[in-house]
């Protein structure tokens, strides 16, 4: 079992980056692929970024492509998501989440509590 703790989140003008981080508790973390969802107000959770446990594969959401990049460090037991170009429509609940494989559907195993990321126009 793997506990996940997320932090980076605030309140940025459009333009402006953010990177998140995902801490994860436990020492089986290079055994879990990692994927970062978003959640807007009134919407559903959806995908945006994800790292297999070598850093070898990434996926990306068409939204995230070319402005979010997906990173681990697995020395130090943590994931990020470095933003950049901000927009509004990105302001979101952001969640890590971890499973035994890399997949771009909302099937990961386990939760991170989420960090709140808004966008100012």
């Known amino acids: 079992q793997v506990q996940l703790v997320e932090s980076g989140g605030g309140l940025v003008q459009a333009g402006g980056s953010l990177r998140l981080s995902c801490a994860a508790s436990?020492?089986?973390?290079?055994?879990?692929?990692m994927g970062w969802f978003r959640q807007a107000p009134g919407q559903a959770r959806e995908f945006v970024a994800a790292?297999?446990?070598?850093?070898?594969?990434?996926y990306y959401s068409d939204s995230a492509k070319g402005r979010f990049t997906i990173s681990r460090d697995n020395a130090k037991n943590t994931a990020y998501l470095q933003m950049n170009k901000l927009k509004p429509e990105d302001t979101a609940v952001y969640y890590c989440?971890?499973?035994?494989?890399?997949?771009?559907?909302?099937?990961?195993?386990?939760w991170g509590q989420g960090t709140q990321v808004t966008v100012s126009s």
């Open positions: 989440a971890a499973r035994w494989a890399i997949t771009t559907r909302d099937v990961y195993d386990y």
């Open positions: 436990g020492r089986t973390f290079s055994s879990y692929a």
């Open positions: 790292i297999d446990q070598s850093a070898g594969r990434t």
